[in-house]
Nanobody
Framework: QVQLVDSGGGLVQTGGSLRLSCAASGRTFSGYAMGWFRQAPGKEREFVAA????????IYADFVKGRFTISRDNAKNTVYLQMSNLKAEDTAIYYCAVSRYTYVSQSTTAAAYDYWGQGTQVTVSA
């Protein structure tokens, strides 16, 4: 049974940092891209970042470039999202997911993903 467990969310002040983790179990995902999405109240889920199966290629949404860093540890079947210089507009539930593709170029929409974590709340106070 495949399971993704998101963690690391919380309340932080503007300009602060958080590190999200997503631990996968049930199978090995080293051959697949993994990504992070977020959903704010009243808004649709949006792409944040993705990382290739090997971890060598990453892609980010424009609104997080230079502030967020995605990484993965295939030995631990875990993906991370380091978030810095957080803004109030980053407040959302953050979800990790496993793509059905290896390449990040194919993994920038929710439709590309087969497995999802339960989400972790990130709240940035002004």
């Amino acid at each position: 049974q495949v399971q993704l467990v998101d963690s690391g969310g919380g309340l932080v002040q503007t300009g602060g940092s958080l590190r999200l983790s997503c631990a996968a179990s049930g199978r090995t995902f080293s051959g697949y891209a993994m990504g992070w999405f977020r959903q704010a109240p009243g808004k649709e889920r949006e792409f944040v970042a993705a990382i290739s199966g090997s971890g060598g290629i990453v892609i980010y949404a424009d609104f997080v470039k230079g502030r967020f860093t995605i990484s993965r540890d295939n030995a631990k079947n875990t993906v991370y999202l380091q978030m810095s210089n957080l803004k109030a507009e980053d407040t959302a539930i953050y979800y990790c997911a496993v793509s059905r593709y290896t390449y990040v170029s194919q993994s920038t929409t929710a439709a590309a993903y087969d497995y999802w974590g339960q989400g972790t709340q990130v709240t940035v106070s002004a």
